[in-house]
């Protein structure tokens, strides 16, 4: 069997693809928040601590000042605005939080303000799940979703994800997003459990393609389908066969044919 190197042209744009190969499964996040480092207030608090969000309806009710009544809706910055006080930031707090903040705040105008907050209504509370998984898209969020129920809820991992680096995206009070890498496959196992975060409202998880999956959707796309040659290769060596074409050039072929 003859066998030759490939080079030229083809062969430039092969060991270029190769290179970009080398990193196509690496996957970079900046800033990344470990699991271990988290806050207690990044974490979802126990039953019954819902915390306001952007579109409730609220109503802020004083008992002995009822002329400061009001019915909000919370808008999409957060925000509240009221009378004879600054607008405060009601997303992300409790109502017992909100309350005890608007008692401060009207304790410069009012004597001793005596008020309450009280839901009216929810907005609906989404979760985003992406990536590999078998229905990407929005989930309800009803109750507490842990990141591995959510999965679930799109219909599981794809063989082609990762599991071992799952992003989940949260958004922060203040407007910034959190970046938080979960080991998912861990907690599947139960070494870590920790690393099956509840979601809160609006979290975005992601779930990337693993390196091998990678590797092989470019070598279909950027190798077999770019390269008009069919090749066999070894990171050391990289040739094709052409004993056929050699066999056909001399006058041969195959001996059981005359």
């Not at 910034?176 to 196992?189: F, G, M």
């Amino acid at each position: 069997m003859t066998r030759r190197l490939l080079c030229g042209p083809s062969a430039r744009g092969l060991f270029v693809a190769l290179a970009l190969l080398g990193t196509s499964g690496c996957a970079t996040v900046s800033n990344p928040t470990k699991v271990s480092s988290l806050k207690p207030t990044d974490l979802v608090g126990a039953p019954g601590d819902y915390k306001i969000q952007a579109g409730d309806e609220i109503d802020v009710k004083f008992y002995f000042n009822p002329d400061l009544n009001e019915h909000l809706i919370v808008r999409p910055d957060g925000m509240i605005s009221l009378q004879l006080v600054p607008e405060i930031q009601a997303s992300g707090l409790t109502p017992k939080e909100l309350t005890e903040a608007l008692k401060k705040e009207y304790s410069r105008e009012l004597s001793k303000p005596e008020l309450t907050v009280i839901m009216r209504s929810f907005t609906a509370q989404r979760i985003f799940v992406g990536g590999e998984v078998g229905r990407p898209g929005d989930k309800p969020l009803l109750g507490t979703v842990t990141v591995l129920q959510a999965i679930a809820m799109a219909e599981g991992f794809r063989e082609t994800a990762k599991t071992t680096e799952v992003v989940l995206i949260r958004r922060r009070p203040d407007g910034h997003p959190q970046v938080i890498p979960l080991n998912i496959k861990a907690a599947i196992s139960g070494a870590d459990v920790s690393q099956d975060l509840a979601l809160m409202p609006y979290d975005v998880v992601h779930v990337p393609r693993s390196g091998l999956a990678t590797a092989n959707l470019f070598v279909d796309q950027a190798i077999r389908k770019m390269i008009p040659v069919s090749f066999g290769f070894r990171l050391d060596r990289i040739f094709f066969d052409e004993t056929s074409n050699q066999t056909n050039r001399d006058g041969g072929g195959d001996p059981s044919n005359p």
